[in-house]
C-alpha cells in the first residue's frame, strides 16, 4: 500500500501545497473554506502527518528546546511532561537541557536558530543572561517561573504571592497567632511574593510574625533550622515553609525533639511536591498548577513562532490542599 504523502492532501483538497502546510501547522491566516477544504481530504485520506513532514513544511527544524537547572523536582517534572504532551499534539519535539546554575554558557547547545524553533526556559537563575542571548539571536522564547520583576519576556507564572496568602490566612482562622516563615533565598521572585502574602495576611489580622528565617531550599536546611528555632526557643504553634522540602525537614526535626505534628505545631508547605501526600503526617500545601504551567508556556511559545502579536504574560492561580499537618490551634 502507497505510503500517503502531503502531496496526496494537496491533490485531494485542490488547494496549493503552502495552504496544506498552514493549515496542518494551525497558521491562523488561511481561508476558513480552504481549511475545510483540507481537513475533509486529511480525513477522507485518513493522513497522518509525521513530525519530519510538518518540520519540512514550515522550513523549521520542529525542535522546541526547555532548560531547567534539575530534574529532581515532581513540580519541573510535571511541567515538562505536560510541555512535552502539549508539543507532541502540535507536532514538535522536545529538547530536555539540564543547565549548571553556575555556569553561564552564551554558546550553548540550543541557544542557537538552526537546532530549535524556539525555547522554554524554567526557572533560570542567570535570567538577565538568557534573555539577552535569546533576544539577540532571535530565537522565540517563554520563560516559566523568572525572578527578576518588571521582565519584559513573555512570561507563565503562578500567583506566588496569593498563595503565600492563602497559606498564612489558613494557619490564621484555624486560630494561630504564633506563626513563623521559613523560606527560601531571597533572590528568588516566587521567595519574596510568597514573603510578601505571608506578610499582608499577618498584618491584615493584626498579628506579628513570630520568627521569619531565610535559608536555602531542601530537607536538610529545614532540618538545621527547626534545631535552631528549638535551641533559641522560638517555637511557633504554626508554620508556613517557602516549599514542601523545607516543611518536611522542619517536620522531620520537631517530631525527633518529641513535638507532635500537628497536635502541637501546625505546618504548611508549598508546591504539592509527590511526597506531600506520602509522609505521615500528610502535608498540607499550596499547589501549584504543573500541567497548566506547561500547557500555557508551550502554547504561547507556538503562538509566537508561528507570528501571533496578540501574546501576553500569564498569571495562573495556587491551590491550598488542606491534610492532616494543620488543625485548629489548642492553647498550650
Do not use: C
Not at 61 to 67: F, K, S, Y
Not at 152 to 170: P, Q, S
Not at 236 to 253: H, K, N, R, S, Y
Amino acid at each position: 500500500m502507497k505510503k500517503l504523502s502531503i502531496l496526496d492532501v494537496v491533490a485531494k483538497s485542490g488547494v496549493s501545497l503552502a495552504t496544506v502546510s498552514k493549515v496542518l501547522n494551525n497558521a491562523p491566516t488561511v481561508r476558513e473554506s480552504n481549511r475545510q477544504k483540507v481537513l475533509q481530504a486529511i480525513k477522507e485520506l485518513d493522513y497522518r502527518p509525521n513530525s519530519a513532514a510538518r518540520s519540512l513544511a514550515r522550513g523549521s527544524t520542529g525542535v522546541i528546546g526547555l532548560m531547567l537547572v534539575t530534574l529532581q523536582d515532581t513540580v519541573f517534572d510535571g511541567i515538562v511532561q505536560s510541555v512535552n504532551e502539549y508539543l507532541e499534539d502540535q507536532g514538535y519535539f522536545l529538547a530536555l537541557s539540564v543547565y549548571n546554575p553556575e555556569k553561564y554558557d552564551s554558546e550553548h547547545i540550543l541557544f542557537q536558530e538552526d537546532r530549535v524553533d524556539g525555547i522554554i526556559v524554567l526557572s533560570p537563575l542567570n535570567e538577565k543572561h538568557y534573555v539577552s542571548e535569546l533576544r539577540k539571536k532571535g530565537i522565540p522564547f517563554v520563560i516559566i517561573d523568572n525572578h527578576i520583576e518588571q521582565t519584559k519576556a513573555l512570561t507563565v507564572n503562578v500567583d506566588n504571592f496569593k498563595g503565600g496568602y492563602e497559606a498564612t490566612k489558613h494557619l490564621l482562622e484555624l486560630g494561630h497567632t504564633l506563626i513563623g516563615h521559613l523560606t527560601g533565598p531571597e533572590h528568588f521572585l516566587s521567595v519574596r511574593q510568597r514573603k510578601q502574602g505571608f506578610e499582608r495576611a499577618l498584618k491584615e489580622a493584626g498579628v506579628q510574625p513570630l520568627i521569619l528565617t531565610h535559608t536555602r531550599f531542601g530537607i536538610r536546611n529545614g532540618f538545621e533550622v527547626a534545631r535552631q528555632w528549638i535551641s533559641s526557643g522560638q517555637i511557633p504553634t504554626a508554620v508556613f515553609a517557602g516549599d514542601d522540602g523545607l516543611a518536611f525537614g522542619l517536620m522531620e526535626a520537631l517530631k525527633s525533639e518529641g513535638y507532635r505534628i500537628p497536635e502541637d505545631i501546625s505546618i504548611i508547605g508549598y508546591d504539592d511536591q509527590g511526597f506531600a501526600n506520602e509522609i505521615h503526617p500528610r502535608l498540607t500545601t499550596i499547589r501549584q498548577p504543573m500541567e497548566e504551567m506547561g500547557k500555557q508556556a508551550a502554547r504561547q511559545l507556538l503562538n509566537l513562532i508561528r507570528g501571533s502579536k496578540h501574546n501576553s504574560s500569564i498569571l495562573l492561580q495556587p491551590d491550598l490542599i488542606v491534610r492532616e499537618s494543620t488543625r485548629p490551634n489548642v492553647p498550650r
